[in-house]
C-alpha cells in the first residue's frame, strides 16, 4: 500500500486514502476511531478554521479546511462501513438542502436583499422541521 507524495489530489484520491487509514493494514489510530472519539476534533478544527479567519491567514485557512474535511470523510468512512450512508450521500443531502433553501436563487422567489434571503432560509428550514416540506 506503498502511495508516492503528488504535487496534487483529487477528492476521489483523498478518499481512497482515507478508506486506506482506515482499511486492513491501515493506521491503528485511524482504525480505532469511531463516532464519539472523533467528536472532539471537528470542534478544534472548526476553532482553528476560525482562527485562520480571524488572522486573515490564508495559507493556514487553507490547511485547516482541509483538517475540517479530513473529519467529515472520517465520519463518512465510519457510517459507510457501518451501512448508514458514505459521503456521496453527504454531497446529496447537502445539494438539495442549498437548492430546497434558495427558492430565490433556484425558484421562483425574490429576495433583493442578504436579510430577504436570510428570512426565506429560516423559513424554508422551520417548514421542513416542521414537516411540511420534503426533504
Keep these: 500500500m506503498k502511495r508516492e507524495l503528488k504535487e496534487k489530489y483529487d477528492l476521489a484520491e483523498l478518499r481512497e486514502i482515507i478508506h486506506e487509514l482506515r482499511g486492513e493494514g491501515g493506521c491503528p489510530w485511524d482504525r480505532s476511531l469511531d463516532y464519539v472519539s472523533l467528536k472532539p476534533f471537528i470542534l478544534d478544527e472548526a476553532q482553528e478554521v476560525q482562527e485562520a479567519v480571524d488572522h486573515g491567514d490564508m495559507d493556514n485557512l487553507c490547511e485547516e479546511l482541509g483538517d475540517v474535511l479530513l473529519q467529515l470523510l472520517l465520519y463518512a468512512d465510519m457510517a459507510k462501513a457501518d451501512g448508514y450512508f458514505d459521503f456521496d ?11 430546497r433553501r434558495h427558492p430565490h436563487v433556484f425558484g421562483d422567489e425574490k429576495a433583493e436583499t442578504p436579510e430577504e434571503a436570510l428570512d426565506i432560509w429560516k423559513r424554508v428550514k422551520a417548514e421542513e422541521k416542521a414537516g411540511r416540506l420534503k426533504k
Aim: aromatic share 0%; proline share 0%.
Design 89 to 99: 450521500s453527504v454531497i446529496t443531502s447537502c445539494a438539495r438542502k442549498m437548492i
